[in-house]
C-alpha cells in the first residue's frame, strides 16, 4: 500500500506547468508557546518563488511578526529562505518545505544580553488553490521553533494565506 501511494504520488500525472518565478503576500495568525505560557499575534510577509522544476522550489521572504512576545518585542522584522517540494496527489497540489527565518530582537530587555537575533526554523504544508492562470492561494501551515531559547524552549504555529502571482 505504502508503495503504491508513494508511485501514485510521484507518477501523477502534471498539472498546468508552473511558471518560474512568483510573487507573493502572506497574511497569518501566529502563537509562540513558551513553557505554559502562549503568545499569539499577526504576522505579514512577502515572498518570491522560483520554481527550479515541477517538483521543487526555492524562495524567500521578509516580513514583520507582530506580537506582544513577553520579552519586551512588539514587532519582529525577519528574513528567511524556504525550500519547498511539490505532490500532486489526484487533483490536489500540495507544498511541503522547510525554512529558515533570521527574526531581529527588538526588545530592549533581551538585547541588553547581545541577544540581538533570533534564528526560527520551520517546516511547512498546505495545499495551493489556482485561482486563475496567474493568480494562487496556498493555506501554508507551519510549525517552528526558536533555536536560541533553551528552557524553556519556545515553538511556534501559524495558520496563514498566502496569495501570490506567476510572473
Known sequence: MKLALALLLVTAPAHAEPSEHSLSGTLSFTTLYRG?????????????????????????????????????????????VRVHGWLYPGNLTLKVGVGAELWVN???????????????????????????????????????MLGFFENP???????GAQLGRSL
Request: charged share 20%.
Open 153 to 159: 524552549r519556545v515553538f511556534s504555529l501559524q495558520v
Open 106 to 144: 527588538s526588545a530592549p530587555v533581551t538585547a541588553r544580553y547581545n541577544e540581538n537575533f533570533f534564528v526560527h526554523v520551520l517546516v511547512e504544508a498546505g495545499p495551493r488553490f489556482e485561482l486563475s492562470e496567474t493568480w494562487f492561494l496556498d493555506v501554508p501551515v507551519e510549525l517552528g
Open 36 to 80: 505554559t505560557i502562549d503568545h499569539s499575534g499577526g504576522r505579514l510577509a512577502l515572498g518570491y518563488d522560483n520554481r527550479i522544476d515541477r517538483r521543487s522550489s526555492i524562495g524567500v521572504r521578509t516580513g514583520l511578526s507582530v506580537r506582544p512576545d513577553g520579552f519586551g518585542s512588539d514587532v519582529l522584522p525577519f528574513v528567511g
